[in-house]
């Protein structure tokens, strides 16, 4: 039996420790006993790119804004359906995260970080959109296990009524913000209306291949 391997650690700052696994020819990251994020499954994270993209194709140069690198699922999905003339700003919190993309799994990395329409930023995604004002298209969250902060409590700022409003200062008129969930959470939809947003929320399914547990992505626009 192959057993699991312990690639690196790194602490998330005022949060807990993330442990970046290999089994076989995948990789996963762990905080606890929770898996964050596996190249196991990923349809879901490419769905938040993709279903985004999908409710901003009328803009004319496109500017998608990406809470959280992970292994880039969402960053290359994106690209793929992203113009030439497109913008795609990632922000990520940790270094250790785009060390590891760059290092051991850098053949899932596949030169997204380097491609022209890329900016990454480090940082608190939070502070970013804070100081935007009708500058994206699109702002793709997924920068913890949903609006619970629970890899850093911090994180819980971007899902608070004042996050959500500053979220919607950032956007353009006829921007999205997209929102990724392991789960439902039914105070967080009733959050977002009080925003101001109107919103649907999508099950989609952990797998590309339709199979798998459901994560929910909530769409949440300033127009019906």
């Known amino acids: 039996m192959i057993q699991r391997e312990l690639i690196d650690t790194a602490w998330v700052p005022g949060g807990e420790k993330l442990e970046l696994f290999r089994h076989d020819k995948d990789f996963m990251i762990v905080l606890g006993h929770n898996e964050l994020m596996s190249t196991r499954k990923w349809g879901s994270e490419e769905a938040l790119a993709t279903m985004s993209y999908d ?16 292994m880039g699922f969402t960053l290359r999905a ?4 992203l113009p030439d ?22 053949h899932l990395e596949q030169g997204c970080l380097d ?12 502070t970013v959109i804070g100081a935007g004002m009708g500058d ?62 109107f919103v649907n929320e999508v099950k989609v399914s952990s797998r590309s291949n339709g199979k798998g547990p459901k994560h929910v992505i909530w ?3 300033k127009k019906e």
């Open 85 to 106: 003339n497109a913008q795609a700003t990632v922000v990520e919190l940790m270094p250790e995260i785009i060390e590891w993309a760059r290092g051991p799994m850098a």
């Open 55 to 70: 409710r901003i194709k009328g803009s004319r140069r496109p500017h998608m804004l990406i809470g959280g690198y992970g």
């Open 219 to 221: 769409f949440a626009s």
């Open 115 to 126: 491609d022209p329409r890329v900016t990454l930023l480090m940082g608190d995604v939070s």
């Open 78 to 81: 994106a690209l793929k359906v």
């Open 136 to 197: 994206y298209d699109a702002i793709l969250l997924d920068v913890d296990n949903g609006p619970d902060g629970l890899v850093r409590e911090d994180n819980n700022v971007l899902y608070s009524l004042a996050g959500l409003r500053a979220a919607k200062r950032a956007l353009t008129p006829d921007g999205v913000l997209a929102i990724w969930s392991a789960g439902p959470d039914p105070a967080f939809t009733r959050r977002l209306e009080k925003a101001g947003f």
